[in-house]
């Protein structure tokens, strides 16, 4: 197989169409926060520094369709904090090794998700800490379980 084909065929999602639908409108979105990501000193005392950051991002966020969410772990420990996004027929995005300072940047992540035609977040206008904090993304549900 040639090189240009092989390239096709591993391309990104974000390289093609995804089959999702297209919004007329903008979706919600959640920001889900780890809150029991703990700092660099591994310490268990409260508040953790992962509920400090869900408090920091609800406090800032004055968007609408964008809610924010505490939850007890995302088992991704090894790159603390931790957050992901979530939206109805979009990729989930999971991300990782961020700071109480990335509030703000979770919400501009949110606010390019809830905006999006196709259910990816895009590349541009990503936070660099979007970028190369990703840890994971998961495609949408579909209702079609293959077996």
Not at 10 to 39: F, Q, Y
Not at 65 to 87: F, Q
Not at 105 to 122: E, H, I, K, V, Y
């Amino acid at each position: 197989m040639s090189k240009p084909a092989i390239a096709a065929r591993v391309a990104a999602p974000s390289d093609m169409e995804s089959g999702l639908p297209k919004p007329d409108d903008s979706r919600d979105v959640t920001i889900v926060v780890c809150s029991s990501c703990r700092g660099p000193d591994d310490s268990d005392a409260r508040p953790r520094p992962g509920e400090i950051l869900a408090d920091t991002v609800r406090a800032a966020n004055d968007h609408p369709g964008i809610t924010v969410d505490a939850i007890e772990c995302l088992g991704n420990c090894k790159r603390r904090l931790s957050a992901a996004l979530v939206a109805p027929d979009c990729w989930t995005y999971v991300f990782g090794d961020l700071t109480i300072e990335n509030a703000p940047d979770l919400l501009q992540g949110a606010r390019l998700m809830r905006d999006t035609s196709n259910g990816l977040m895009p590349w541009r206008g990503r936070p660099q800490c979007l970028k190369g904090g990703l840890v994971a993304r998961v495609p949408p549900m579909t209702g079609k379980v293959k077996e």
